[in-house]
Every structure is written in C-alpha cells, then in structure tokens.
C-alpha cells in the first residue's frame, strides 16, 4: 500500500468533495438547509482526530473518531455516522483489520484485472468481507432502535445487500458507483434523500481514495 494513504489523507480526500458539494448538500435539505455544513465540520473533524491518532491502528483511530464526532450534539448526522464508526471499529479491532489489509480489499474489487489472489488472501478477503457487512448490518439495526441478533447479519439483510447490490448494477455507472450506491442504500444513509445523495460523496470519495 502506497505510504500516502492513511486514514487522515482519507478523510481529507471526502472533506475536499464536501467542501465543493456544501452550497448544493444546503439547498437539497429542504427542511434545515444545513446538512453540507453538517457533512462539512463532521469531516473536518475526522481528519483532526486521525492526525492526532496517525500513530494508532485502524480500529482506535475510528473509535476515537467516533468519540469526537459525538461531541457535536446539535449535527444529526454527526450523531448517525459516530454510530457507524464506531460499529466498524468494533468489527476491525475483533477480527484485528488494519488499513494495509483494507485497502489492497477495496483495490481488489475495484481493479478486478489485478492478479488472482493467494488462498490465504482469499481467506482473508471472507474476514474483511464479514467485517464490513455485519457493521453495516449493526448499523442499520442501531438507526431503527432494534437490537440486532447475531451481529444483525441474517438471511433478511443480506438479501437486502443483494438486492441492492442487483438494483445499483441495473443503473449503470462504474464498480466505485455500484458499490457505493449499495453501501448507501445497505446503510442508514439511503433513508433520507440529502443524507443518501452525500453518502454517495462519502462513499465514492473513500472508495476512489483507496482504490
């Protein structure tokens, strides 16, 4: 993995496309007109709590990430991505993911002309794969108020990642696209539309930056 990307030239790479994106993120809250200010401080205050972690694995640089975010009481989505941060956390530090793992996962679906991976890579691979998806899975329980069982990762949520999955390759656009917009919908972000339209931001932003 290239020495350049970390989590702190991560998050400033989704903080960039959210500065450009804040006036129309204002304009598509009907209700606040406030929601690309909110994406806005909740990334800039991402990349300061990475800086200050650089030295940290994946797993405590998120967690911490997660705490500062939810010292900003007054932004909602602030709150909904503390949550999620903290989630993904949790999965990483269990199952001991570090961004060098991550990001060669994230190239791997996204450049799928890359060389077959090793069987050891392939087991792997399944780990980071279940990570994702049973934070995602905890994720959406937690935003609907439901405590999940077994992790949230069911027959029932994985058919709706598949679905998703099927409906985002039926609207076209490239890997970084469908797989973010299954994310997104996947996610508790898909349930508001100012919230899913900078999802996506988010999403292809962490996905371009790693891929």
Known sequence: MPSSIDLTSIFQAVDAVLLQERDSLNQADEANHNHGDHMVEIF?????????????????????????LRLLPENGSAQVYAR???LLAEQFHSRQITLEELVPYVQAYLHPELPVETERDKA????ILKALLSALADWEQAEAGKTAANGG???????????AYLQAKQQGGGRTQILAETVVSASPLGRIPYRHRSGMLVISSLLQTMG
């Open 44 to 68: 800039q205050l991402a990349v300061r709590a990475a800086s200050e972690k650089q030295d940290s694995d994946l797993a405590d640089a998120m967690q911490y990430a997660s705490d500062q």
């Open 124 to 127: 792997r691979s399944a780990e």
């Open 84 to 86: 999620g941060l903290t």
């Open 153 to 163: 990762l069911d027959m029932g949520y994985l058919f709706g990642v598949g679905m």
